[in-house]
């Protein structure tokens, strides 16, 4: 714990020497970024080296005031996040170097580096407490920490904005997590985790939901994910790679540990969290679909994916209420590998997608084309986790989807598995990944390949290697965890085990092999294609010529298909269960004048809220505004009022 503590210590003075530095911007910039990167530098080596030889949980105190006890407990749960959150916080802070370059925002830089050390110190402790006070106190720095890494340019309206609505939602979450924590001491009249298991059965439940909804906010799980998209656009790339690499992987740590502390088996949990998976898991990827922003793009993925990660944990959970040992373990673990492998290639894609905004200053993959010629390296390892985010082998997204399936096809085959249930994990986790391969064709096809749309695409050139280097990093990571899954799926298992949920097992060594042979075979298969298509075309000439251009003897490059016209069809397919608005130019007259067509995806959940609950609540504070109209003698008579009436019911009880 003293290395932990160390760490969080150096990342702390890196975070805070740079706003005394403000004046010395190289020399801020160096001492920032090497405190705080050293610091998740050991805290990931001690994770690992702890996870690979741990022996049982160690507790420590501090600070034990009679209302406000600090405690610390490290396990293997505690130290798998340590470990993500330590890499993508390295990584992330290195690619800030370039990415944060401008000396006129100094003092705004330095106060990013303050908040980022925050975010990933309280994250950090978050998954290190020990008591309800404590675990409470931390989630509201990490909540406030990031809402002010959003607002990096408060200047803008559209930040502004968007860092309200991430303010509110986050405490709105907060609310119901606090709501959860205050039912708990209620009944057990203790802070402390120990007494949670021994809540009654209906009361589980309920803290269950509360807590549910309140993580589930954070994780951005539908209906209440709609901060997510607008937040990660209009954040700093590093900020939104560490945002939805790790941040919201707490929500999921928040609603897993919970499940652990109430020690139920209660039979609607399990479906209560795979239906919301499951709904999450193809919304998520539909709206992405249909989005130009490459960044919000990636963030409804993050929704997405998150999906997934809820539909593993709920099979998990599946597994338990059946009392069945392999189908807990293959759920939680498909779950937990999957929170790793998101994080690694979601990271990667932010940051690529940052490294072509860095660049070009473009957000819109409609402005964009051409890049795989003007930077190859951002171009190649956006297109590996792309590649992973798909699911397909033999990348890191790969393995832990299969050990879902896996653990579905295993239930089955038992009599008390529900059937239709698991049917629908299954159609639900191939439409997905369906969809998410469209997507991402779609991105590649608009992004990195045919011609430059506008003059900024036309000048891009190649990032430097500090936002490199991360990228590469994180996509050796996509290939090696795809391609040498058994040392991770090893330690998931025993991540899980020692969960005490059911008997141990062991089965890692079937489940490599099972995912090495698909990887393998995937990749033969592809192999074989291409050897029949070069053997069939070895004699033929292969000639250039011009695509048909429409009538137009000079076409140019906006005659490329674009993104809308490449979604149109499927998004129309989901009409539905989303909402797609147009507008388009009449074409008027025998020589029409240039015409414009443009579509905009509206997000159901982010509609129906604002019409049935933000308006109502906008239409009845105008109506009342009246009390509010800057009289300090009407202000002093609110006080007497309510000092009045607070005082008589004082006296009444």
Known sequence: MDIFFMSIFLILIGGTLPLFLTKKFNVMKFFSIGLISFGTIISLIESIFLLVKFNGNINFSYLKLPYFPIEFQINELSLFFISIISLIGFLSIIYSFSYLNNEKKSKNIAINYFFYSLLVISMMTVVLSNNLITFAFNWEIMSLSSFFLVIFEYNKEKVRRAGHMYFIFTHIGGMFIFASFGLIYAYTNSFSFDGISSLPENIKLIAFILSLIGFGSKAGLIPIHIWLPHAHPIAPSHVSAIMSGVMIKIGIYGILKMYLLLNTSITLIPYIVISIGVISGILGVVYALGQHNLKKLLAYHSVENIGIITMGIGVGMLGVTIKNPIITLLGFSGGLLHILNHSIFKSLLFLGAGSILHQTGIESIEEMGGFLKKMKV?????????????????????????????????????????????????????????????????????VFLGTPKTNKAKNAKESNYFILIPMIILTIFCIFIGIFPSVFINNVFNIVNSFKLTQKVNIDLKIASNITFSSTLFIISLLIIYLIRKYFYKNKKIKNSTTWDCGYGYPTSKMQYTGSSYAHEILNFYKPFIKVEESIDEIKGIFPKGTMYESKTIDVSEYLIKKYIVNPILFISNKLRWIQHGDVHGYIAYIFIALTLFLIMGVIK
Do not use: D, Q
């Open 378 to 446: 951002t171009s190649i390892t956006f297109l590996i986790g792309s590649l992973a985010i798909a699911g397909l082998p033999p990348f890191n997204g790969f393995v832990s989807e299969f050990l879902i399936y896996f653990g579905v096809f295993n239930g089955m085959n038992l009599s008390n598995f529900p059937y239709v249930f698991s049917l629908i994990v299954i159609l639900s986790l191939v439409m997905i990944g369906g969809l998410a391969i469209m997507c991402f064709t779609k991105v590649i096809g608009v």
